[in-house]
């Protein structure tokens, strides 16, 4: 078995510690999860077993969720898994981070469970059960690295064209498809089953498991899992029940520990009112967890470590419309007196079952399966304390009101029943969904919570934007108003103020626009649709940004190398950062759900890192275009229901004279009974000629006679740059200024369209961190060469007292050799002083002297010359014997296959 990207440095375990591990029971005292971070030794090795499979993770980080999958019925970090490396992005694998680089987690570990009747057998098979000390796991995937069905690793595609993965059957930007059964029988992986008194036996299932992210505005805060389970046995199996295990901890990573981890409510919620308003109620039917209040800091406000969201479950697709629906939780405890979970008095036809002594977890194969079909939907945790044996429900426990304040609960989401005849596959597909906002008064626990009358403070709970991402995770999982397979259904709808308005016709309109000489009546095509439902055919697919434009330079040997941006430094030795891209991809791919060329403009982000919160926009271009709202009389409001107009189009329907800027909302044009006010669409800065902004790099080219790039190749060369790869109409530069030579500058060049106004959906953009570039504004390593550069030393002097790193020479993140982010926050300031060597060969050594010719410090810099760092080198100011270098005057030369230079440089301690 192999986690692949573990750390190097940690020793391969036995596989007897590693069984030692998974299985062993913990102490009562102990109660206490084990933090991911610190189970790095659990995974990433090949055990000395034969046959073993092959475990990988993936990590979905494309939009404001980032969470680890894998391909053994597991998803987050806790359990088995532990902490590891992603192979494809090689960062450290989040459990279930939102949003995303926040360190603000909610998930420990979740997995999928199925369990049937095959024969006489009742049997479950699970991918994690992380309860009493125990991590039982019995989803594994193949042997070897090779993707299904060559091997068990896992596969990745996107529709991103220009994503290495690209795949014209990938559903979203980020699919990753593992392939696994619960046909393993070895006791090494399996382990024995305590409670049924036996070794684990399987169903004999394949599961096929897809997950699908997206980064747009309304699909990035959830996740898609799409489940394809076959029977691969020869017996039928009967009674089939599939349910989703969660154990959700919601805290900042900081916080990992009892107060971390205990102090969590989780509950279902059926519905929550429409945002299409009208009175309409949405069925949401999602399983969540979320803290207790929020976690506010040590003055009572809200701060970056504040959990305030939640997470939770939305079943999206099963086999049946006609399936029953179970959601159970329990707070387990070791001590098995203390277990509990809500439970119904027994009936004569189905008896009253104790779990082996149990009032909550489920262990062993025969009580999970009884949890899975008993059909019983919890209360949630909040009103645990409550007396509810009316409802036929047992009595609360002892400790209910520690437990309605916050617990380390689990839940588990259970449908069916169905069949699964030998050789038939079921699709089972569901979201994990974020919200944020849930609290959003970090007083209202302490004010409000009273487990004896909890509705008060539960009502102080926010839903709304769990709520929204679930119907938008339901919604691109089955588009409404799509008629997906051609057979005339669209799905189903509601219709706002039909037959319910009492319409006045308006001889003519005021400026106002207020009307007079009215007759008034019924009028039946007033109202609003709303479809909310799809046809239930699956569509896997939403309204999507543009693609992100392609960022390139031109080396100086001709060749064309893309993903860079040209440093350079001016005549007055500030830095520069010559952005080009090409938007050809951006501007003529049409939307995939709309079928329309919705391309809107281009916006320019620079950070100092690539977390997504710390891109600022630069500057921007756009079409000049309008939005036309339009005055609803019948619904006494503005309403936007076209696309934005061009100024040309706008002038063919109302002159050429016409300024839509003359008429804004408070002055209103009139035509024809109807009454208009335009908006620009963004800040229609469409200047392309000013160097200053974002400009054209071949102003007079005109738009290519072909799109085809081989054609333009042969019959319209003269559409192509000089290499014949781009065309010359879609090439773009922005020249960004009076930048410091030293710093890392994280630049992104993002598309976005216009949004969709008769669907109410807003302008979609690409992220900045899906399409940045990280360089210095220094000159390049071929502009170094070819120009014969001398290497600058800065600051020189160096002061003790320069303030470096108040103005930003010192102390911020940077890139090393290796090309990996170094982290200088919080380090003291003799461990971030810096001083730089610019203009460097990618390939040289520098040695600093004192004045009596002692060796100081000797630096071997080796990067590849297409790196940002390949011309620049950093000297932390500590000499070869790891001391603090002294005031003095010290030489210094750099040594390469291109000659050697010499010079001074100052230092003022």
Partial sequence: MIVTGLLPNIKPLSLAAIILVVSAYLPAAAFQKIDPRDKKGLSGHKLTVSDAPYVEVGIHQIGDVWMTVSNMGQFGTGGYLGTTFDPVTGM??????????????????????????????????????????????????????????????????????????????????????????????????????????????????????????????????????????????????????????????????????????????????????????????????????????????????FNMNSARGAAGIRVVRTPSDSLKYSFNWWAGDYDASSDFGPRQFGTYDDPFRDLNGRMGTPLGDANKY?????????????????????????????????????????????????????????????????????????????????????QIFYNRLNFDDLAMNSMWASWLYDNPGYDSDGDGYRGKHRICGYDSIFVCHYDTIQTDPIAIDTVCGYDYTAADTFWYEGDGVPDFRGASPPSPPELWVIGTDGDTVKSKIIPRINEFNQGELVIRWNGFRS???????????????????????????????????????????????????????????????????????FDPAQHDIDNPLTRNDTAFYFLAQDYNQSDLTDPALIHKIYPDAPPPQTLDLDSARIYYPEDLTDDGLFFKYYEYEYILGNLLPSQLYYIAVTAFDYGSPSSGLKSLEVPPQRNYVAEFAQNSAGQVAEEGLNVIVYPNPYRIDGKYKENGYEGRDYIDNDGKLVNQNGLPDDRTRSIHFINLPPRCTIRIFSLDGDLIREIEHDVPADYPQSSHERWDLITRNTQMIVSGIYYFSVESERGNQTGKLVIIM
Avoid at 152 to 181: C, F, L
Wanted: proline share 6%; with cysteine; charged share 25%.
């Fill in 92 to 301: 450290e694998t989040p459990s279930c981070v939102f949003p995303a680089n926040s360190d603000l987690n909610y998930l420990y570990v979740a997995g999928f469970w199925i369990g049937a009747v095959a024969g006489r057998d009742t049997l479950v098979s699970i991918g994690v059960d992380d309860w009493v000390g125990s991590y039982v796991m019995e989803l594994w995937p193949d042997q070897g690295e090779d993707p299904y069905p060559y091997g068990g690793g896992i596969n990745r595609r996107s529709i991103q064209t220009s994503s290495p993965y690209y795949d014209e059957d990938a559903k979203s930007e980020q699919d990753i498809i593992a392939v696994y059964t619960d046909t393993v029988t070895n006791p090494s992986f399996v382990g024995i089953d305590n409670i049924d008194g036996r070794p684990h036996k399987p169903l004999n299932i394949e599961i096929t498991q897809r997950s699908y992210a997206w980064s747009y505005e309304y699909a990035e805060d959830f996740i898609l899992f799409d489940y394809s389970i076959k029977n691969i046995g020869s017996k039928k199996l009967n009674g089939v029940y599939m349910a989703v295990y969660v154990d959700g901890d919601v805290h900042h990573e900081s916080m990992f520990g009892p107060e971390g981890y205990g102090e969590d409510l989780c509950g279902f919620r059926r519905t929550h009112p429409s945002e299409t308003g009208c009175g309409f109620i949405d069925t949401i039917n999602i399983a969540y967890i979320t803290d207790n209040d929020g976690d506010p800091g040590d003055q009572g406000t």
């Fill in 370 to 454: 009884y949890v899975m079909r008993r059909e019983e939907f919890d209360y949630d945790q909040l009103f645990v304390a409550l007396d509810n044996t009316g409802d036929g429900w047992l009595p609360p426990p002892s400790g209910a009101a520690e437990m309605a304040d916050g617990y380390d609960a689990r839940y588990l989401l259970s449908f069916g029943p169905f069949e699964i005849s030998p050789g038939e596959v079921l699709p089972v597909s569901f979201a994990w969904v974020l919200g944020d906002d849930v609290h959003t008064d970090p007083g209202d626990f302490e004010r409000y919570f009273n487990p004896y009358d909890p």
């Fill in 587 to 657: 501007e003529t791919e049409k939307d995939i759900f709309s079928n329309e060329l919705d391309f809107e403009g281009y916006r320019i982000y620079m950070a100092y890192s690539p977390n997504a919160q710390e891109f600022t926009l630069i500057t921007s271009f756009d079409i000049e275009d309008y939005n036309r709202y339009i005055w609803n009389r019948n619904r006494s409001r503005w309403e936007l229901k076209d696309t934005p107009f061009t100024l040309d189009s706008l002038k063919a329907l109302y002159g050429d004279n």
